[in-house]
């Protein structure tokens, strides 16, 4: 089955211990992306890549990083987190090139609560 | 920053009505999404409209896009209690890779 899984679906940590947030596809997508969802406030963007090694900065990157070593995998770090990243979190995926955007794909989300 | 703005933020229908919902944006697009996302979940892509597009149809959704005044708006048509859920457009941003997200439109629709 095509799909963008996350792990994990929920999480509840304290403010400084670092953590990830895993992101795979099985679809071959070249582009993968993160988002935070806030009340009231949509999505926002915090990374994206366009391929294998190759990511930039979304709308609110800080306090967070990203690598995309594989082509399927995406994962979220926060190095320290903090209670303002408390959160819902998506992950997507999708077959874009450069001529074309196409669809996003999205995961299941994780629920963050930072104490 | 917000690049889709929706509007209205929330609509209640009754079931068997038209809803339309409105999106309008900054900046010049190649293209305009627009997502379904039921409560807390994962959101579900609807339809895609490219800047060279002025509408388009899937199933009981009907997309319009003008460039010109910047804006989008989306319609179901004959609305069903299942229609029940939050909706957002997002476009990418001066032709960046970046995709925005408005902050979307709450729809309800009372059986």
């Known amino acids: 089955e095509a799909q963008v899984t996350q792990n994990p679906r929920y999480l509840i940590t304290v403010t400084g211990k670092k953590l990830t947030v895993t992101c795979s596809q099985n679809?071959?997508?070249?582009?993968m992306s993160w988002y935070r969802q806030d009340p009231g406030l949509g999505l926002r963007q915090i990374y994206y890549?366009?391929?294998?090694?190759?990511?930039d900065k979304g709308d609110v990157p800080e306090g967070y990083k990203v690598s995309r070593k594989e082509k399927r995998n995406f994962p979220l770090i926060l190095e320290s987190p903090s209670p303002n990243q408390t959160s819902l979190y998506f992950c997507?995926?999708?077959?874009?090139?450069?001529?074309?955007?196409?669809?996003?794909?999205f995961g299941p989300g994780t629920r963050l609560t930072v104490l | 920053s917000q690049q889709g703005e929706e509007d209205p933020q929330a609509l209640s229908i009754q079931e068997g009505e038209n809803a339309t919902m409105n999106c309008s944006y900054k900046?010049?697009?190649?293209?305009l999404q627009w997502y379904r996302q039921n409560s807390g979940r994962g959101l579900v892509h609807l339809i895609l409209?490219?800047?060279?597009?002025r509408e388009k149809h899937s199933g009981r959704l009907r997309v319009t896009l003008d460039t010109s005044k910047k804006s989008s708006s989306l319609l179901i048509t004959a609305s069903r209690a299942a229609d029940t859920a939050s909706y957002f457009c997002?476009?990418?941003?001066?032709?960046?890779?970046?995709?925005?997200f408005g902050s979307g439109t709450r729809l309800l629709v009372r059986p």
């Open positions: 997507a995926s999708s077959p874009f090139t450069v001529q074309h955007w196409n669809e996003q794909f």
């Open positions: 679809m071959n997508h070249e582009y």
């Open positions: 890549s366009m391929n294998v090694e190759v990511t």
């Open positions: 900046t010049s697009i190649n293209n």
């Open positions: 409209i490219r800047s060279n597009e």
């Open positions: 997002a476009t990418d941003q001066d032709s960046s890779y970046k995709l925005i």
